[in-house]
C-alpha cells in the first residue's frame, strides 16, 4: 500500500505561481513513477507531468515551460512548481504513484484556481 497525500493548492492570479507538494510513504520502494494529473468541472482527468524513479521528466503540451515537476527521495517527496498560471490551468490537481504499469495509487486531490 501507498499513501499520497497533497498540499499547496490555492487561489492565485492569472501569471502567478503555486507550488504543489506530494509526500508519499508505504511500500514506495516499488513505485516505478510519480504523475500530477488534473480534473477541471465537466473534464475528463488529464495527466500533467510525471517523473520516473531515474529521475526522467515528461509533462503535457499545455504545461510546458510553465510547470516543472522534480522529487526530493529523502523526503519521498514529489514537486509540481507551476508559474504563469493560467485560469485554464483551475482544477484539482492529484497526486499519483505507477505501481507496475498502472497508476494505482491516487491522493486525495488539491484545488488550484486561478482568478483572471
Known amino acids: 500500500q501507498v499513501q499520497l497525500v497533497e498540499s499547496g493548492g490555492g487561489l492565485v492570479q492569472a501569471g502567478g505561481s503555486l507550488r504543489l507538494s506530494c509526500a508519499a510513504s508505504?511500500?514506495?520502494?516499488?513505485?516505478?513513477?510519480m504523475g500530477w494529473y488534473r480534473q477541471a468541472p465537466g473534464k475528463q482527468r488529464e495527466l500533467v507531468a510525471t517523473?520516473?524513479?531515474?529521475?526522467?521528466?515528461n509533462s503535457a503540451d499545455s504545461v510546458k515551460g510553465r510547470f516543472t515537476i522534480s522529487r526530493d527521495n529523502a523526503k519521498n517527496t514529489v514537486y509540481l512548481q507551476m508559474s504563469s498560471l493560467k485560469p485554464e490551468d483551475t482544477a484539482t490537481y492529484y497526486c499519483?504513484?505507477?505501481?507496475?504499469?498502472?497508476?494505482?495509487?491516487w491522493g486525495q486531490g488539491t484545488q488550484v484556481t486561478v482568478s483572471s
Open positions: 499519483a504513484a505507477l505501481y507496475g504499469t498502472s497508476w494505482s495509487y
Open positions: 508505504g511500500n514506495i520502494f516499488s513505485i516505478n513513477a
Open positions: 517523473i520516473t524513479r531515474g529521475g526522467y521528466r
